[in-house]
């Protein structure tokens, strides 16, 4: 629809296209400067948008053209709406609206989306029990995001007739192919769970001590909804991909760097966690000795990304070794291996840009 | 000795931050310039076209 709006405005062109997309990847970083600045501070705001400034798949979806960015707008602004509505429950019709718009966005995530809406209702009817279903703003919330499926399901009927309601037919017809054969689903869904922590992890083990206080406290509501937000991006992301994995054409690489995308939404809440105690305006001097965070936020945004590949080229190494393996036996796409045999600036460099070859 | 102020910024971690960000923009810019590689646009075309 953004490309279409565009290109009914302007005319057709590549050029066009390159240029929504750069748009919406500028978008992504305003985006997330503002909401962690609105939630936790202007530190916590910067190292936040410095680390997704350089991340990696996010620099490479502007030249592919990828609705990566323009989700990951929408997935901070539902986030930012959930958090602000724990003060505030007016928030939640905002969070519903982008919750709405991210389901828009991800065609390949599609109706998995309504699987995490009932999670996140879920999540607050254990705190607020049945008034949940008696405030204005839940079911409001609710209303918006069900309208906008129900709207866009109906679209899809009238123009392409029954039975294609779907987002997206394409991933539908190998889910009802993955369906029928758990045997062969379940595996993959639990390889592609371990690549997909491992992945959150080459981040998130910068900020262990961070991570760790936020578990202890899960009970909190603050805690277990940004938790939530991590593990549910996981689980959806484990489970489309390893569809896709399994039963594409062609298919796709179990253990492939490029996977990250389907997880990399998960990263701002795991930013958050990790950078919202950040003060910048302490000189690191002033601070106790052992308090740390701030040479890590620099780590972590300076040379986090080049190790996060070096982590995850060990696993693809695993996977060459194993290529034997029935499980693991596709071929790699060249755009995932060569980039990330070592974690080095130019390796990471080559990998932002496709300059893989 | 007290340094000056722009000479303090250029020295702190928030500058190298703000230069982080401004490397993230300036490979945006290079990667939506880069047409040939890893770029489906027939598929954009067409898909577009439909919504248009």
Redesign the interface.
Known sequence: ?V??????LFG?G?GL???V??AA??GV?LVAYWSSRDLYGKSCA??T??V????PEL??D????YSENLTMIFFILTIWAILKSLKDRRYMLLGGLCAGLVFLSRASAGYFFVAAGLAGLAWRYSYMGRAVFRDFSYLGAIGIFASIVLAWSSRNLVRFGFPHWETDAYLTSYTSVARSEPLRYVPLVLATMLLFCIMLLSIGIYFGPELLDALGSIRAEEESGLWLAIVLILLIAAFVAAVFALFEVGGQTVFSIDRIRYVMYAYFPLLLIGTRRLD?ACP?RRKPAGQSL?LR??EV??FGNCCQLRRIGVLLRIRHAVAGSPLLCWASPP?CSLASRSGSFSCW?RY????RR | MRLPAVSRYLL???A???V??L???T?????????S?????GY??V??????
Do not use: E, Q
């Open positions: 629809m490309l279409g709006s565009a290109m009914a057709y590549v296209m390159k240029g997309s750069l990847s500028f970083l910067l190292g948008t410095a997704l400034a350089v991340f620099i490479l502007v030249g592919r053209v910048l690191i701030d936020i620099l945004s300076a755009s460099l932002c840009l496709c300059l | 702190s971690l928030p190298l931050l703000h982080t960000i490397i993230g923009a490979l945006r810019i290079v990667s939506a310039g880069l047409i590689i890893g770029f489906d646009g954009y075309i898909m577009g076209a439909s919504f248009a």
